[in-house]
């Protein structure tokens, strides 16, 4: 079992940056694609963005990548999110998540992710 703890969120005004961080146990996770989601208050989780074994990132808008960066430090057991320019609308809880099952792909379905932490909170104020 692979257990997964963020770290990082926090109240920041708008345009301003945050950088989230997500370790996790065990000796297996260089093997993972990690994947940080994220759910409003009354809204869906959606995918933020995700970064394979192999070094395969995704962002879910153009919006997102022109303004957040993944990485990962397999030495570390841990993956970064960090986050610039800040809007209002970046409120949310923020999960990290881990996938078994890919090596060189990232999926966006938060349903295809086997493990997750228990998320921080990050607030944008305008």
């Known amino acids: 079992q692979v257990q997964l703890v963020e770290s990082g969120g926090g109240l920041v005004q708008a345009g301003g940056s945050l950088r989230l961080s997500c370790t996790a146990s065990?000796?297996?996770?260089?093997?993972?694609?990690m994947g940080w989601f994220r759910q409003a208050p009354g809204k869906v989780r959606e995918f933020v963005a995700g970064?394979?074994?192999?070094?395969?990132?995704?962002y879910d808008t153009d919006d997102v990548k022109g303004r957040f960066a993944i990485s990962r430090d397999n030495a570390k057991n841990t993956v970064y999110l960090q986050m610039n320019s800040l809007k209002a609308e970046d409120t949310a809880v923020y999960y990290c998540?881990?996938?078994?099952?890919?090596?060189?792909?990232?999926?966006?379905?938060?349903?295809?992710?086997?493990?997750w932490g228990q998320g921080t909170q990050v607030t944008v104020s305008s």
């Open positions: 970064m394979s074994a192999s070094g395969v990132i995704a």
């Open positions: 998540a881990a996938d078994r099952t890919r090596y060189s792909s990232v999926s966006s379905i938060w349903s295809q992710y086997n493990y």
């Open positions: 065990g000796r297996t996770f260089s093997t993972y694609t």
